[in-house]
């Protein structure tokens, strides 16, 4: 090869390595790293940045703390930033606070954790480019109608809920859907929760002929009927959403108690990817997971945008995402399109996922 050849094809290579530079992703994220919430932000800024060094994206993390004027700030720096996507915000102040600033500098955003309805419901009227990557706040009482529907069908089954604006909700959207699917509770009524015994409750249930009870509360309100029930002989099986992941006190559950709730994120997740959480001698739990599938998301979209060059917003929408908790895809308001939720039994030890017919 001839000195200028050699010298042009130099330049060449340099140019494309700098272009490669240039186009690196940078991903935003937005997390709460002071204040009360700091230990879930914590593990948002471990997952993104695991998935960042495993992925070659650079990141700019900005405590967001929960709060709207920590939201606008945080936008406001990812907008002078340039990022390209932002990932994060756990709370409704922050991110409502930021999505305006982001929409008009035309930054998308995955959120991590926040179930408001109306995040997404208002997209028309918003425009925010806003994807949710967890469930939506009435994603947990849909579920539990949806599930309990089809599994109690042909059983004698009962609803009682503990009197907050939590259980009533659940309770009343199952109730609805067992009314529209020609189904009737032989027992509908309200507890008095945080009690050293519900043998007032166990007693009405069995007196209705219940064998299933679902029973919109707490942990502990649900462990001590199960053990009511068993002192009883009752023979009830009790069901409630996902509190149930909380350990309850000195009583345990009911062996066949049954949860209708996300998976815990590790037991599904990819174990190349626990393998390399495990290495960093990081803990896969809470938020660390679908912080780092959303980066992966961050970086899929950004590839199919460029290669199809459409905005990065409709690279979002309407596509499957392989992650390390799993398939994702966002539907045309930016909610996930499948649930995430499943029914668990407790058999004695942990829930496992139920398996149905």
Known sequence: MRPRTRTIAALFWLFLASAADAQTLLVGVAAPLSGPSAILGKQIEAGTGLAAEANGIELKTVDDACTADGGATAAREFAAAKVNVVVGFLCTEAIEAAMPILKDAGIPVITIGVRTESLTDRRAKTGWPVYRLGPRGDDERNAIASALTHLWQNELFAIIDDGTIYGRE????????????????????????????????????????ATHVFAGGDGDDIAIMGRDAAQLQAGIVFAGGENLRTPPGDVPYA?????????????????????????????????????????????????????????????????????????????????????????????GTRFAPLERN
């Open 255 to 347: 062996v066949g108690t049954l949860m209708i709730a996300p998976p815990e994120w590790a037991d599904v997740a990819d174990p190349k990817v626990l393998a390399a959480f495990d290495a960093k001698k990081i803990v896969p739990d809470g938020y660390a997971l679908p912080a780092f599938a959303a980066v992966e998301i961050a970086k899929a979209a950004s590839g199919l945008s460029e290669s199809s060059g459409k905005p990065l917003t409709e690279a979002l929408t309407g596509q499957d995402f392989t992650t390390a908790i799993g398939p994702i895809r966002f539907d045309a308001k930016g909610d996930l399109s499948q649930s995430p939720y499943r029914v668990f039994r407790f058999d």
């Open 170 to 209: 659940i309770a009343e959207t199952l109730r609805a859907a067992a009314e529209q699917a020609a189904l009737k509770p032989v027992f509908v009524d309200t507890f008095r929760p945080q009690l050293d015994n519900q043998i007032g409750m166990i007693g009405r249930l069995k007196k209705a002929g």
